[in-house]
């Protein structure tokens, strides 16, 4: 995602979480091998597809994971423990 390249994923755990359906990726099914490689032909054969959904999830990525964000949340941990930074 932070390559801001499409994702096509199984719906399992996590992944609905960070993995938005028709957003970031698509998702399917777990155990539908023709779901999986039905979203994976929909990706290669529609490049305008493929670079929205790249672009979503390195947006969502750097939003989430970013650096700034990531040293927000480590300044913040920081601080619940009473450790200055």
């Known amino acids: 995602m932070a390559a801001a390249r499409p994702v096509v994923a199984t719906a399992v755990g996590d ?4 993995v938005r359906d028709g957003v970031t990726g698509l998702l399917v099914p777990a155990g539908d091998a023709a779901a999986l490689s039905a979203a994976i032909g929909r990706v290669l054969k529609d490049p305008a597809l493929a670079a929205d959904l790249g672009a979503a999830a390195r947006r969502q990525v750097l939003a989430s994971y970013g650096p700034a964000r990531m040293a ?9 423990l009473g450790v200055e930074a």
């Open 72 to 80: 927000e949340a480590f300044l913040s941990l920081y601080r619940t």
């Open 15 to 18: 992944v609905p979480v960070v």
